[in-house]
């Protein structure tokens, strides 16, 4: 499975989510590629929203990035099933830790969200399967 990770954030903590999740991107994308987790899925794609301390206006970004469905690959042409979860981090907490604390925050957001995911995934997707490998991979 592919994995992509990115995020839609304020500029005061751009840098320090992006610094974040290139690691846990590269960390993942080797450990995931040859994993399949059913459903026709091809690519989890994760969405760390910290755009505002109001939860409302993350939950406006959540929203257009909850979601499953297809993409055509710029490279390849070919379509791309996915399915995105987005994680709303209060941009005010993130500059109020320390870089280890705020690592471990957006691993835990991410292992919280998958969860208690707010949205149906596409049947026969082993989403829960999926959450044991990314605890493992993400404690390490």
Excluded: W
């Excluded at 450990?31 to 755009?51: H, P, R, W």
């Excluded at 055509?72 to 941009?91: E, F, H, N, Q, R």
């Excluded at 998958?114 to 596409?122: A, G, I, R, T, W």
């Amino acid at each position: 499975m592919k994995i992509r990770i990115t995020s839609v954030t304020a500029p005061s903590v751009s840098e320090p989510i992006r610094n974040i999740t290139t690691v846990f991107e590269a960390r993942l994308r080797t450990a995931l590629v040859e994993k399949d987790y059913g459903g026709g899925v091809e690519q989890f794609s994760v969405f760390y929203i910290s755009v505002d301390s109001d939860p409302t206006e993350n939950d406006q970004y959540c929203k257009m990035h909850n979601k499953y469905g297809k993409y055509k690959d710029i490279l390849t042409k070919k379509m791309v099933s996915y399915v995105g979860i987005a994680i709303p981090i209060d941009p005010q907490l993130i500059l109020k830790l320390s870089v280890e604390k705020q690592s471990q925050l957006l691993a835990e957001s991410l292992l919280k969200q998958l969860e208690n995911p707010s949205y149906q995934f596409p049947k026969k997707f082993d989403y829960l399967r999926l959450l044991v490998d990314l605890k493992s991979l993400l404690s390490a």
